[in-house]
Every structure is written in structure tokens, then in C-alpha cells.
């Protein structure tokens, strides 16, 4: 295999996307059939942090031919706790999907299986977004974190301070922007530290080792002012080497390390058949 074959797919799911009982419409649900069509591919999951020496590092020889990376958006408790939907049933923590895999097929089946959480960091933005994006029941915390990433099959990396979210009150908010939800408009070195380093300070008094070296960008809305500017100056001596968008494609030798894509769940594919060919390119 040459190192212009190389693409890994990676794939995001948001835990908090629970609107029905099927395939479709459940987060959990797409993850845990995911995982099995991903090994019965053929699939290798590797940890993200091991794409990550890939693209800064050059050594794409160290990456199995066909890999995939999953990843998770926004660190509610959904991705931690099994949990009482209050409309869709019990709904299967993100990481015990994980784990059920593991308890089924055997370590040896997916020796690498990890995957990252990019998470929120602000308490307040995360109580403010509990009640207007969620189902108000205060399952955003945090106190999960630090015991995730400690354990390692649900590494944790920053998603920014508050994801510049439009239903944000103004109490919460940077700026008094009518365009607030676009982190696209990020255009500052004062509001990148608030939304950026902020975050990977947090993340810092929280976990025992560094968070994963990743920035995923709000919605996927990057910013040319962060990207081009921003992360490249000050990204390294935050602990960060890469930084993920949402553009659907595989990341391949000679991706801009601070705009890697993703392809995420439910709106790049919505069925097996669709992930098949995500997969296979």
C-alpha cells in the first residue's frame, strides 16, 4: 500500500441525538450496529490519537490499511451513563456500547477499540444547552471526564468554551453577535483564547493527563482566523496538534492538520448501506 492510498474514515455521533427507537433516529443505536458492520468489514478502530501521529509525524506506514477513528460531539452524560430517555426507553451509554462489544467479540476482536468525546467546557453554557437542546434534566455534567479518559476506551479533547451556540442568553455569551452561532465567525485572538485555550486550561484541572491534542471546531463552522492564524501559532503550546471539521470525507496524507474532516451520523449516512460505502470509499 502506498501512502497515497491511505484514508481513514472518521465517524461522529452525538449522544444526544435520541429521537426515536431505530437505526435512523438513535445515536446509540446507529454506534452499536456500526461497530459490528465496521468489524465485519474488516475494519481496524484506532484511537485517535494514533491518526494523529500520522498527520503530524508523517509515519502513515504505522496505520493499518483499513481503519476507521470514531469520535463523539458535545460530552453530555449520554456518552457516559446509561440513561431513562424520558420518550425513547433506557438509552445504552456510548462508552458501555463500547464495552458490550468488547464483552461480545473479546478484546483481541478490535485490540485498539477507542474512541474520542469532544466536549463543552463552560458549566453554564452546559446548563444553559441542557434545558434548550436537550431534555432538561441537568445530564451535562462533567464529573464523568476525568474517570473516562483516566480508563482510555473514551479519551476526552476540547469541543471549545461554549460552541458559540445560538440559544445561548446573552448572559453567557463572548459577544452580543446576532450571528452568535456561528464559530466561523471567530475572528480575534481574545475570544479564541475564551473559546480555545479556556477550554484546554479546564480540561487540564479536571483530567490527570493531557486531553486528546484535537480542537473540533463548533457545528464544523471553521473559522479562517483560527485555522490559518490562531491554531497554528498558539495550538502546540496549548496541547494541540490538529483541529477536525465536518467536511465528509477520509482524512488522507497532505490534509491540513488544523481542518482534518469527519463524516457524522445521520447526516453523511443513514443506513448500514450507506456507512458500507463511506467505508470502502
Same mark, same amino acid.
Given at each position: 500500500?502506498?501512502?497515497?492510498?491511505?484514508?481513514?474514515?472518521?465517524?461522529?455521533?452525538?449522544?444526544?441525538?435520541?429521537?426515536?427507537?431505530?437505526?435512523?433516529?438513535?445515536?446509540?443505536?446507529?454506534?452499536?450496529?456500526?461497530?459490528?458492520?465496521?468489524?465485519?468489514?474488516?475494519?481496524?478502530?484506532?484511537?485517535?490519537?494514533?491518526?494523529?501521529?500520522?498527520?503530524?509525524?508523517?509515519?502513515?506506514?504505522?496505520?493499518?490499511?483499513?481503519?476507521?477513528?470514531?469520535?463523539?460531539?458535545? +460530552? =453530555?452524560?449520554? %456518552?457516559?451513563?446509561?440513561?431513562?430517555?424520558?420518550?425513547?426507553?433506557? *438509552?445504552?451509554?456510548? &462508552? #458501555?456500547? $463500547?464495552?458490550?462489544?468488547?464483552?461480545?467479540?473479546?478484546?483481541?476482536?478490535?485490540?485498539?477499540?477507542?474512541?474520542?468525546?469532544?466536549?463543552?467546557?463552560?458549566?453554564?453554557?452546559?446548563?444553559?444547552?441542557?434545558?434548550?437542546?436537550?431534555?432538561?434534566?441537568?445530564?451535562?455534567?462533567?464529573?464523568?471526564?476525568?474517570?473516562?479518559?483516566?480508563?482510555?476506551?473514551?479519551?476526552?479533547?476540547?469541543?471549545?468554551?461554549?460552541?458559540?451556540? +445560538? =440559544?445561548?442568553? %446573552?448572559?453567557?455569551?463572548?459577544?452580543?453577535?446576532?450571528?452568535?452561532? *456561528?464559530?466561523?465567525? &471567530? #475572528?480575534? $485572538?481574545?475570544?479564541?483564547?475564551?473559546?480555545?485555550?479556556?477550554?484546554?486550561?479546564?480540561?487540564?484541572?479536571?483530567?490527570?493527563?493531557?486531553?486528546?491534542?484535537?480542537?473540533?471546531?463548533?457545528?464544523?463552522?471553521?473559522?479562517?482566523?483560527?485555522?490559518?492564524?490562531?491554531?497554528?501559532?498558539?495550538?502546540?503550546?496549548?496541547?494541540?496538534?490538529?483541529?477536525?471539521?465536518?467536511?465528509?470525507?477520509?482524512?488522507?496524507?497532505?490534509?491540513?492538520?488544523?481542518?482534518?474532516?469527519?463524516?457524522?451520523?445521520?447526516?453523511?449516512?443513514?443506513?448500514?448501506?450507506?456507512?458500507?460505502?463511506?467505508? $470502502?470509499?
Amino acid at each position: 500500500m502506498t501512502t497515497l492510498a491511505i484514508h481513514v474514515p472518521v465517524l461522529t455521533y452525538h449522544s444526544i441525538h435520541v429521537d426515536g427507537t431505530d437505526y435512523a433516529s438513535n445515536d446509540h443505536l446507529g454506534l452499536a450496529h456500526d461497530l459490528e458492520l465496521i468489524h465485519r468489514l474488516g475494519f481496524q478502530v484506532i484511537g485517535l490519537e494514533r491518526l494523529i501521529q500520522a498527520v503530524t509525524g508523517g509515519n502513515w506506514d504505522a496505520i493499518p490499511e483499513k481503519s476507521v477513528v470514531l469520535t463523539m460531539d458535545d +460530552g =453530555s452524560w449520554f %456518552d457516559w451513563y446509561d440513561l431513562p430517555h424520558p420518550h425513547h426507553g433506557s *438509552q445504552r451509554s456510548m &462508552v #458501555n456500547i $463500547l464495552r458490550d462489544f468488547r464483552i461480545k467479540h473479546g478484546p483481541e476482536a478490535q485490540p485498539e477499540l477507542q474512541a474520542t468525546s469532544f466536549v463543552i467546557g463552560s458549566p453554564a453554557a452546559r446548563q444553559s444547552l441542557d434545558t434548550s437542546c436537550m431534555i432538561g434534566l441537568d445530564w451535562w455534567q462533567d464529573d464523568w471526564w476525568a474517570q473516562a479518559h483516566a480508563e482510555g476506551l473514551l479519551r476526552i479533547a476540547n469541543h471549545s468554551w461554549d460552541h458559540r451556540h +445560538g =440559544s445561548l442568553p %446573552d448572559s453567557l455569551r463572548y459577544s452580543f453577535s446576532a450571528s452568535y452561532g *456561528q464559530f466561523n465567525d &471567530v #475572528n480575534t $485572538l481574545e475570544e479564541s483564547h475564551w473559546q480555545i485555550r479556556q477550554t484546554q486550561n479546564y480540561l487540564g484541572s479536571l483530567l490527570s493527563a493531557p486531553p486528546t491534542p484535537a480542537f473540533a471546531y463548533p457545528f464544523g463552522d471553521v473559522s479562517e482566523y483560527v485555522a490559518e492564524q490562531y491554531l497554528p501559532k498558539y495550538g502546540e503550546s496549548m496541547g494541540l496538534l490538529v483541529a477536525m471539521t465536518t467536511e465528509a470525507a477520509p482524512v488522507t496524507p497532505g490534509n491540513d492538520c488544523w481542518r482534518l474532516p469527519r463524516y457524522v451520523f445521520r447526516r453523511d449516512w443513514t443506513s448500514p448501506e450507506e456507512l458500507t460505502k463511506v467505508l $470502502l470509499g
